[in-house]
């Protein structure tokens, strides 16, 4: 029942932009923070940005300050990821990540996505 579905990839070409969006449905979505990933062949998973479930702070990699935002829209159950000025070495797999700790009255979860492909190529 639960589901962490990421859209929104694609080809684009380098300078460009896109935005993907991850949906949860089966779990208290507000509770937890919202992390996006990726991963391109041969290299490390590596965090990308990150969101606090109120939505208030937010951190970012290096490689991606001043170019991407995360944001998250608790009332859709989704977070986003906008992405402008992209790079060739962009291209990966992204996938976003649900993580909430436990509490006294609720259990802890961490759940991920299947992951979509973006491609930045000329």
């Known amino acids: 029942q639960v589901q962490l579905v990421e859209s929104g990839g694609g080809l684009v070409q380098p300078g460009g932009s896109l935005r993907l969006s991850c949906a949860g449905a089966g779990f208290t979505f507000s509770r937890g923070a919202m992390t996006w990933y990726r991963q391109a062949p041969g290299k490390e998973r590596e965090l990308v940005a990150s969101?606090?479930?109120?939505?208030?702070?937010?951190n970012y990699a290096d490689s991606v300050k001043g170019r991407f935002t995360i944001s998250r829209n608790n009332a859709k159950t989704t977070v986003y990821l906008q992405m402008n000025s992209l790079k060739a070495e962009d291209t990966a797999v992204y996938y976003c990540n649900a993580k909430s700790s436990s509490g006294l009255y609720w259990r802890g979860y961490d759940y991920w996505g299947q992951g979509t492909q973006v491609t930045v190529s000329s």
């Open positions: 969101i606090t479930s109120g939505g208030t702070s937010t």
